[in-house]
C-alpha cells in the first residue's frame, strides 16, 4: 500500500502512487510559473518575465515607432507598369487569358469567404462588440 503525503491518498500499486506524484509536481510547476509573473511598472499588467520586456518596449519605449515593414526588400516591380515594362506586360497577359479561359472553362474557383463564413465573423464580431458599428 502506497500513500501520497501530500493529500493521504492511498494507492494499491506503485505505477498508480508515481502517476499521482507526477500530478502534484505539475501543481507545483504551474504554481512556480504563476508566481514568476512581473507587473509593469508603467500600466499595472502582468507579463512573464520574459514577455515584459517586450512588452515596455512596444508599448511604452522607442518600439511604438517601429515599423516592421519598413527593413523588408522591395517587390522588384514597385513603379512598374504595363506600359512602362515588358516584363509587367507579359505577365498581365499571361495572367488575362488564364483568367478568362478559366471563366469559359467553368474552371474558376472564387475566392473569399463564403456566406457561412461571412455570418460566423458577423456574429463573432457582434458579440465582441455588443455597441453595434466600430467608429
Not at 503525503?5 to 499521482?20: D, L, M
Not at 511604438?64 to 519598413?70: A, D, K, Q, Y
Request: hydrophobic letters at 25%; one cysteine or more.
Amino acid at each position: 500500500m502506497y500513500k501520497c503525503i501530500e493529500c493521504n491518498i492511498s494507492f494499491k500499486n506503485r505505477q498508480a502512487y508515481s502517476g499521482h506524484c507526477l500530478y502534484h509536481a505539475n501543481l507545483k510547476r504551474k504554481k512556480e510559473k504563476i508566481q514568476r509573473r512581473v507587473k509593469c511598472e508603467y500600466c499595472d499588467k502582468e507579463y512573464s518575465i520574459r514577455g515584459i520586456y517586450t512588452h515596455i518596449w512596444r508599448r511604452h519605449g522607442n518600439g511604438i515607432f517601429h515599423n516592421p515593414n519598413r527593413e523588408r526588400r522591395i517587390a522588384w516591380n514597385k513603379g512598374l507598369t504595363k506600359y512602362t515594362d515588358e516584363r509587367v506586360l507579359a505577365n498581365s497577359i499571361s495572367t488575362s487569358r488564364t483568367f478568362r479561359r478559366q471563366l469559359e472553362d467553368g474552371t474558376y474557383i472564387k475566392r473569399g469567404m463564403t456566406e457561412e463564413g461571412r455570418r460566423k465573423t458577423s456574429i463573432r464580431m457582434s458579440a465582441r462588440n455588443p455597441g453595434g458599428k466600430v467608429k
